[in-house]
C-alpha cells in the first residue's frame, strides 16, 4: 500500500484563483483500491471533496463526507466502481467557504487493498436500502387532457447519500409514490453514481426514476436530465447549455431566486427549463418567480421540485407537483423517464402547490382550471379572467406564462 499525503494552509487567495483544486495520485497497473481522507475542516470552512480517474470523473461527495473509497467492484456512494486505470488521478477539492485566517487542510489518498467493509458508507447504504417496503400510493387523479395525451405527476429536485441527502434512493423513490407521484428525478449534487440504481429501484417500487445532475457552483445549479454523463462543474456554466443539449439532453437553472444558491452566472443562451417554484416558495405572494419568468423569457417552460434532502428539508417529495403531459399510452418505470423528458422538451407543463391542489391545464387550445373556483387567471400579457366552477375551460390563446392567483394574491398553479 502506497500513501500520498498533502498538508497545505489554504487561503483567500486560493479561493479567489479558483474554487477548484486537484491534488494528483499515481495510481499503478492493477490497483486494488483507492481510499481517501479528508481531515476536519474548522467552524467556518465548508470544503468538498471529489475524484477525478485517469480516464474520467468518478464521484463528489461535496461537503457530506470526509472520505470515500473505490474499488474495482464497490465504492462509497456517489463515487462510481470499476476497474482503476493506471496513472495520474485526482483528488478535487472545492473551496466553498475559507476563513479569513485560512485553513490548514491534510489529505490523505491510500493505494492498495480495501476490504468491503471498510468503504466508507457502503454497508449502511445497502442495509437502509433493503429495509425500504412498497408505500400506499393516492388514488390516482385523473386530470382532463387532450387526446393521446394524459398528465403524469412529478418532480423534478431530490437528493440521496449519493450526494448529501439523508436516504438511499429506494427511500426517496418510497417517499415519491407516498405523495403520488408517477415520476421523480433524483439530481445528486456532480456525480451520477446513481444512475445504475434507477431502474431496478423504480421497477421494485412502481415509480419512474428519471437520472439527474445537479451541476452545482457556488454562483449557482441546474439540473441536467438524462443519461448523458457528467456535466463538468469547474467549466464555465454557459458550456453546459450547449453540451447537455449536444448530449441529448435537457437542462434546467434551479431555484433562480433561492438565497445564496441563487443563478447568479452569465448565460448568453437560455436552457429550455427553469425550476420556477422550489420548495422555498414558502410566501406564494411574493411575486419573485413570477417576475423571473417575464424576464426570463416566455419560451422557459416551468418545472418544479421539492429539492429533497432530509426530514428537515422544507417540503417533502411532491411538493410542488409538476404535471407533464405525455404519450397515453406510456406506462411503467421504464417507459415513463424517457416520455417525460420529450414532455418537457415539448413545453407540456403544469406546476401545482401538490398533488391533489389546484391545476391550470394546456391542452391543445384550451386552459382548464380544476378545483380552483374564486380564483383569477392572469395572462402573459397582463390579462385576467376569472374562475367560477371547480371545472372551467377558457381559450388559450396568448402563449407565454399562465398562473392561478387566489384572492390574496396567492399563487396557486402554472402553466406553461
Not at 406510456?330 to 402547490?353: C, F, I, K, Q, Y
Not at 387567471?377 to 367560477?388: E, F, H, I, K, Q
Request: glycine share 12%; with cysteine; hydrophobic share 40%.
Amino acid at each position: 500500500m502506497a500513501i500520498t499525503t498533502y498538508r497545505r494552509t489554504w487561503t483567500l487567495d486560493d479561493r479567489a484563483e479558483s474554487v477548484w483544486h486537484s491534488l494528483p495520485v499515481d495510481i499503478p497497473p492493477g490497483c486494488e483500491g483507492l481510499t481517501v481522507r479528508l481531515s476536519e475542516p474548522p467552524p467556518g470552512a465548508v470544503i468538498d471533496i471529489g475524484c477525478e480517474g485517469a480516464a474520467g470523473w468518478r464521484g463528489w461527495s461535496g461537503g457530506a463526507r470526509r472520505s470515500y473509497a473505490i474499488t474495482p467492484t464497490d465504492a462509497t456512494p456517489g463515487y462510481i466502481p470499476g476497474e482503476l486505470e493506471p496513472g495520474v488521478w485526482w483528488v478535487v477539492l472545492g473551496l466553498h467557504r475559507i476563513p479569513v485566517e485560512g485553513v490548514e487542510l491534510v489529505v490523505e489518498a491510500s493505494t492498495g487493498p480495501v476490504a468491503r467493509g471498510d468503504i466508507p458508507g457502503l454497508s449502511s447504504y445497502e442495509s437502509d436500502s433493503a429495509a425500504v417496503v412498497v408505500p400506499a400510493r393516492p388514488p390516482r387523479r385523473e386530470l382532463p387532457s387532450v387526446d393521446g395525451l394524459r398528465w403524469v405527476a412529478a418532480d423534478f429536485h431530490a437528493h440521496t447519500l449519493h450526494s448529501d441527502g439523508s436516504a438511499p434512493v429506494a427511500a426517496v423513490a418510497a417517499l415519491g409514490v407516498a405523495a403520488g407521484l408517477d415520476v421523480m428525478a433524483i439530481t445528486d449534487h456532480n456525480t451520477e453514481a446513481h444512475h445504475a440504481e434507477l431502474l431496478p429501484v423504480g421497477e421494485r417500487l412502481g415509480i419512474g426514476l428519471i437520472p439527474g445532475q445537479e451541476t452545482t457552483t457556488d454562483s449557482g445549479h441546474a439540473n441536467a436530465f438524462g443519461a448523458i454523463g457528467v456535466i463538468d462543474f469547474r467549466q464555465p456554466a454557459e458550456t453546459w447549455v450547449a453540451e447537455v443539449a449536444r448530449r441529448g439532453g435537457l437542462m434546467s437553472i434551479n431555484h433562480p431566486l433561492g438565497g445564496d444558491c441563487s443563478w447568479r452566472q452569465p448565460l448568453p443562451v437560455h436552457p429550455p427549463l427553469a425550476e420556477l417554484w422550489h420548495s422555498s416558495w414558502l410566501d406564494r405572494r411574493w411575486g419573485g418567480p413570477v417576475a423571473f419568468w417575464h424576464a426570463w423569457g416566455a419560451s422557459t417552460t416551468a418545472i418544479g421540485g421539492s429539492d429533497w434532502h432530509s426530514p428537515s428539508s422544507l417540503t417533502l417529495p411532491g411538493s410542488p407537483t409538476t404535471w407533464v403531459a405525455v404519450d397515453a399510452a406510456a406506462a411503467g418505470p421504464d417507459e415513463l423517464p424517457g416520455l417525460v423528458l420529450a414532455g418537457l422538451a415539448a413545453g407540456r407543463t403544469s406546476v401545482s402547490a401538490g398533488y391533489a391542489a389546484p391545476v391550470l391545464l394546456r391542452n391543445g387550445d384550451t386552459f382548464v382550471a380544476v378545483d380552483a373556483p374564486g380564483t383569477l387567471l392572469l395572462g402573459w400579457d397582463g390579462s385576467r379572467r376569472a374562475v367560477r366552477k371547480p371545472y372551467e375551460e377558457f381559450p388559450a390563446d396568448l402563449p407565454g406564462a399562465h398562473i392561478l392567483i387566489d384572492h390574496t394574491g396567492q399563487v396557486l398553479a402554472l402553466s406553461s
